[in-house]
């Protein structure tokens, strides 16, 4: 396992990570809590307004496999549920639950799990589902549902390389939390009875690398360390990477016999299961020049974005653009009036100077760096033409939605085409189009039912009027015989 791969494409960028120690931050006055999940995927509150909470305890159930249920971070009273703004691209408000917390964080009771050896691997995703653990590297995956394979599963990857280049918060936790990452990660591999468990690391790292090594000699547990390739972190990236095996487009690792989760969902399980604590913290990453204090903070889910800018001391005069996620996948936000989410790893504000070297746009030269850079090895500028005229089925043919989003195109290109941009939209454009179909052929379907059952009704009350009238054309005949006779 010591030999490595390189995936296709992918930029070497400049970082500015900075691996400080984890601040704590106070507890905020209001907690904020979207009801969307991932997609379309909402969750029911269960609570009421006027209603007391406490921490860990289930304030709204998902309904679907793809979300989590959502616990409350602090003790309180639920406030509304009411339209706030949400850490969505479209910046529109959506349904919320707030709470407005009374300062005792008094806890719902737990039931820690000493020995997970003598829970079964059902019990233990039954655990993992019910605190509401989903992948902390961005996606917010269900983990439980990620650890329901359908096939059988050899290898188990943690995933810790950042490869964004501002995030550093997965080094801050490792370094901070290894023997339970490591826990987190003996928990997963006995539950998927995978046989080989690794921890990927960035190489520029060795002190978060020496961290782990401390605490997995005796394990079984191999700690690799990769290129700072962007985007070495990406799931299929960073398996071709560390085995080199590829998988396919339209494929998923579980396909293939693998695992990927990150090192924060490791450390989220192993307090699911050992302290029976549900996820309603996480570590982010808060930096740039565009705040005063760059910190890597232990915050609670629901926080206001605001609230914590402040504990990095506020914004600096110069600042230009708040983005949710990393400078590559991350998304701008209209505002800091919402709150943190499982989904929320790094909040980065860039000032006028990140964003002068912006330039227009400029129209295609067909050079072809984009594609040279593509891990996905798609044909983003075929993409854009096609996107940008809106041929949507043609996209489709050239695999869109095989497109992972990572920005490397953008990047690259000599004509500063913001590709991805246009690609987001495409997708948008044809997941609508999709579901009119979808709606479409449903109301078809049930135009054709409602057919067939009035032509059966028709053809019924013929039958029966058929019946009847035969009935009475028998007794005619009968009375008429009788009278004759």
Not at 44 to 67: D, E, F
Not at 432 to 442: C, M
Request: with cysteine.
């Amino acid at each position: 396992m010591n030999k490595q791969w390189q995936f296709h494409g992918g930029v070497s960028l400049k970082e500015y990570k900075q691996v400080t120690d984890i601040s704590l931050v106070a507890l905020p006055s209001e907690l904020i809590y979207p009801l969307l999940q991932r997609s379309d995927c909402y969750a029911v509150p269960s609570v009421t307004p006027g209603q007391r909470v406490l921490k860990g305890q289930v304030i709204a159930k998902p309904q679907h496999h793809l979300a989590t249920p959502i616990h409350a971070a602090s003790s309180g009273v639920v406030k509304e549920i009411a339209p706030r703004i949400i850490a969505h691209p479209s910046g529109l408000s959506d349904s919320c639950i707030i709470i407005a917390t009374d300062g005792l964080d008094e806890a719902y009771p737990t039931a820690p799990c000493p020995n997970y050896l003598l829970e079964t691997r059902d019990a233990l995703r039954i655990k993992i589902a019910k605190a509401g653990v989903a992948g902390l590297g961005g996606a917010a995956f269900p983990t439980a549902v990620k650890l329901q394979a359908q096939q059988p599963i050899h290898t188990l990857i943690i995933n810790g390389a950042e490869c964004e280049p501002y995030i550093s918060c997965d080094a801050c936790l490792i370094q901070a939390w290894a023997q339970e990452i490591v826990q987190g990660a003996l928990i997963m591999q006995y539950i998927l009875q995978a046989d080989t468990c690794i921890i990927a690391l960035e190489n520029t790292l060795p002190a978060t690398q020496q961290a782990l090594l401390e605490v997995t000699r005796h394990e079984g547990i191999q700690i690799i360390t990769v290129p700072a390739i962007y985007p070495t972190g990406g799931e299929k990236q960073l398996i071709e990477v560390l085995t080199g095996v590829k998988i396919p487009a339209r494929s998923l690792p579980a396909e293939h016999g693998f695992v990927c989760q990150n090192v924060g969902t490791a450390y989220a399980v192993y307090q699911a299961i050992c302290l029976g604590i549900a996820l309603t913290e996480r570590i982010i990453t808060i930096t740039g020049k565009g705040v005063k204090q760059a910190k890597n903070i232990q915050v609670k889910i629901g926080s206001p974005i605001k609230y914590l800018i402040a504990h990095c001391g506020g914004y600096s005069s110069t600042v230009q653009r708040l983005i949710m996620g990393g400078s590559m996948m991350g998304i701008a936000l209209s505002t800091d009036d919402i709150a943190v989410t499982k989904a929320t790893n790094c909040l980065l504000a860039m000032t006028t100077s990140d964003l002068s070297s912006s330039q227009a746009s400029m129209p295609c030269i067909r050079c072809g760096d984009c594609a040279t850079v593509c891990p996905a090895e798609l044909l983003p500028q075929q993409l854009h033409w096609y996107s940008r005229s809106k041929q949507l089925d043609q996209c489709q043919g050239y695999q869109l939605f095989d497109c992972i989003e990572c920005g490397c195109c953008d990047i690259v290109c000599p004509s500063h085409i913001p590709l991805v941009q246009s690609f987001r939209a495409a997708k948008g454009e044809l997941i609508i189009k999709e579901k009119q179909a979808t709606q479409a052929n449903l109301a078809k379907k049930r135009y054709h039912i409602q057919q067939q059952r009035r032509v059966k009704e028709q053809q019924e009350k013929i039958a029966k009027a058929e019946k009847r009238q035969a009935t009475i054309d028998k007794m005619k005949a009968a009375a008429a015989k009788r009278k004759k006779a």
